[in-house]
């Protein structure tokens, strides 16, 4: 339960898919001056030290944040995301990657807040003291699904519920269409992202099958594959949105082919686009 550490695997291509396009869903609340809640299930660490022997060890973040670091031609959208992580950074050497509670408090005004849960024993304390800067943030020693429970819906009428599992456990499918029944019986008009790695096409599709058959108004699926699924372990991910900001789709179909011959030169990568439910 306990084996996942995401230092091994920060900035990796996964990581730049999910933030893309968190910083997409974070922006869409500037656009009234109500205050937002974002729940972040799986907070990591919070920030990486891509210096790190463990970040060195397998050196994913090469072939993610790594393709992208010192571009300057990009879609605008793309450039926010590297802005935000430049603030991180000093100079021109990329040293750190920011998890998603930094990334996420990035964008936290006064009136908003964010709650970050984050269960593994080690992990949560360096998460403790690296939000410890700022009221707007609590994080919780609470496992992600219990989390859910009790702290879903939130007293604001706008906000999003952040969810990338480690998928180390067996059932993590299962659990997320778990997930968008409680949304849809707790907060209907909340808005969730969930993650998943794409590491065969059954276990997926059997996930796309049960949302499809859900009532829900508006759920969009996002995919990024950056080789053939002749590759061993993880070759893309996906997100699944529920209640995501109007025009997204039209964002994504802009920017997604780009990451894809970015993070997967040499024309061996593939994205995909589809609402599974739109009203």
């Given at each position: ?46 920030r ?67 709650e970050v ?64 029944e ?25 996930f796309?099958k ?6 829900i ?26 209640n ?34 739109r009203?």
């Amino acid at each position: 339960m306990f084996g996942y550490r995401h230092g091994f695997h920060a900035g990796n291509f996964a990581d730049v898919f999910k933030h893309v396009i968190l910083i997409q869903l974070l922006k869409s609340f500037h656009k009234k001056d109500k205050p937002f809640y974002v729940l972040d299930t799986h907070g990591g660490a919070g920030r990486y030290d891509l210096r790190s022997a463990e970040a060195q060890k397998v050196g994913e973040y090469k072939e993610g944040i790594g393709r992208l670091w010192g571009l300057n031609s990009l879609e605008p959208e793309l450039l926010d995301y590297l802005q935000l992580i430049e603030r991180y950074n000093a100079g021109e050497s990329l040293t750190t990657y920011p998890g998603s509670p930094r990334i996420i408090q990035q964008f936290l005004r006064p009136q908003d807040r964010l709650e970050v849960c984050e269960f593994h024993p080690r992990e949560h304390p360096v998460l403790a003291r690296e939000m410890s800067d700022s009221r707007q943030v609590r994080v919780l020693l609470e496992d992600a699904y219990k989390a859910l429970k009790s702290q879903i819906p939130p007293r604001e009428s706008r906000g999003l519920v952040f969810m990338d599992p480690s998928f180390e456990m067996d059932g993590e499918f299962e659990r997320l269409q778990g997930t968008v029944e409680l949304l849809q019986k707790r907060w209907r008009h909340g808005m969730l992202a969930m993650w998943y790695p794409i590491l065969d096409r059954e276990s997926g599709a059997r996930f796309h099958k049960a949302l499809k058959k859900m009532p829900i108004d508006n759920l969009l699926c996002a995919e990024l594959g950056i080789s053939d699924e002749a590759r061993r372990g993880m070759h893309g991910c996906g997100m699944v949105m529920v209640n995501p900001p109007w025009q997204l789709d039209t964002t994504l179909e802009r920017i997604l082919p780009v990451l894809r011959d970015l993070l997967a030169p040499g024309g061996k990568g593939h994205c995909r686009l589809e609402w599974f439910h739109r009203c």
